[in-house]
């Protein structure tokens, strides 16, 4: 198999690009080179799809099997290139996201829930981040017909991880002491390893299948409790998860995903675990336990460039994303407070 990836190099665009090479397959990548080296093994094109000359070379670089598009965010650009790419493989499969279910979060989503509204030709101010995946959808399916494939993910974890959820989970165990631990441990999560979502993607287009896939892993694969043990477990056993209810966060204004993955259970927050993935699950995915993808999450994390690659010129801190180590301070002491009280 031919393969082109737009992107390749970051997360999960890399590892679509490790798993195909894991599977013999021929890959191209197209990207601008800025972020971080593509993998070995790989024909890299420089460029930008922004760039119509750039998106005319990169065709000439063709045919493939199939088009991975991990990073269109812009429903014009990405019409641009499945324009420019339109005869030059026999699937396009894009990477959309859950958001594109306007539902969600606030209930149950599947394949089957409404899309928000958008449009093919909408620019970067034409809507969030949600109607701008289902402008990017609109475009591919357009360029494409009958030879389309959307996959919309949910929170999705794992290696090469730069989205500093998980990562900043693994990070702060590893520093020890009280941590503050949001909600409850019983409470469930769903969560897809990015490694999951790679070969279920390549799966479907090896079976020169189409259609759209919601793809947020297997129901209640974990809890919170199970999730921050294993973080945990990873660093040393060094943090004390310290249980704080959630009218405890929302009366000190800690706000959604201020604690990475935290969320309220409530209002339209009360199904963010609860999309379904039956369809794909039916199709064949398969999703490997959480607590390996933490293992193996901590072994890049803290292996030689794994705290720069996930976190940057932030490394060093918290600023990046989650809370300060004042503000954790007294969010444990208002809840000793509460349940002392």
Same mark, same amino acid.
């Given at each position: 198999m031919r393969l082109l990836v737009i992107g390749g190099s970051v997360f999960l665009g890399r590892t679509f690009v490790q798993e195909a090479l894991r599977r013999g397959w021929e890959v191209t990548t197209f990207n601008r080179g800025r972020t971080q080296s593509d993998p070995e093994g790989v024909h890299a094109v420089r460029g930008d799809r922004e760039n119509e000359a750039d998106l005319a070379r990169l065709a000439e670089a063709g045919p493939w099997d199939a088009i991975v598009d991990v990073c269109g965010y812009v429903p014009r650009v990405v019409g641009a290139s499945v324009e420019a790419l339109a005869g030059s493989a026999s699937t396009y499969l894009f990477i959309s996201s859950i958001n594109a279910r306007p539902g969600w979060p606030a209930e149950p989503v599947d394949e089957t829930s409404p899309r928000h509204e958008s449009s093919p030709d909408a620019g970067p101010d034409d809507g969030d981040y949600g109607k701008l995946? $289902? %402008?990017?959808? #609109?475009?591919v399916e357009q360029g494409f017909p009958g030879r389309t494939l959307i996959v919309e993910p949910g929170l999705i974890i794992g290696p090469h991880d730069r989205a500093r959820r998980l990562t900043w989970w693994l990070r702060r165990a590893a520093e020890g %002491? *009280? #941590?503050v631990a949001p909600g409850g441990p019983e409470r469930e999560m769903q969560l897809i390893d990015a490694r999951d979502l790679a070969i279920f993607g390549l799966d479907r287009i090896e079976a020169e299948d189409s259609g759209d896939y919601l793809v947020s892993g297997t129901p209640a694969n974990t809890t919170w409790g199970e999730f921050l043990g294993a973080c945990v477990a990873e660093t040393g056993g060094k943090a004390e998860p310290v249980w704080v209810d959630d009218a405890v966060l929302t009366e000190h204004e800690v706000a959604v995903w201020e604690l990475p993955l935290w969320s309220p259970e409530k209002g339209d927050l009360s199904a963010v675990w609860k999309p379904s993935s039956a369809k794909a699950v039916a199709a %064949?995915?398969?999703? *490997?336990? $959480?607590a390996e993808s933490i293992h193996d999450t901590a072994v890049w994390l803290f292996g030689e460039g794994g705290l720069d690659e996930a976190f940057g010129e932030a490394r060093t801190g918290r600023e990046a994303r989650g809370i300060t180590p004042e503000r954790e301070r007294a969010l444990l002491a208002a809840a000793d407070a509460a349940q002392a009280g």
């Open positions: 995946k $289902v %402008g990017c959808e #609109m475009a %002491g *009280r #941590m %064949g995915l398969c999703c *490997r336990p $959480v």
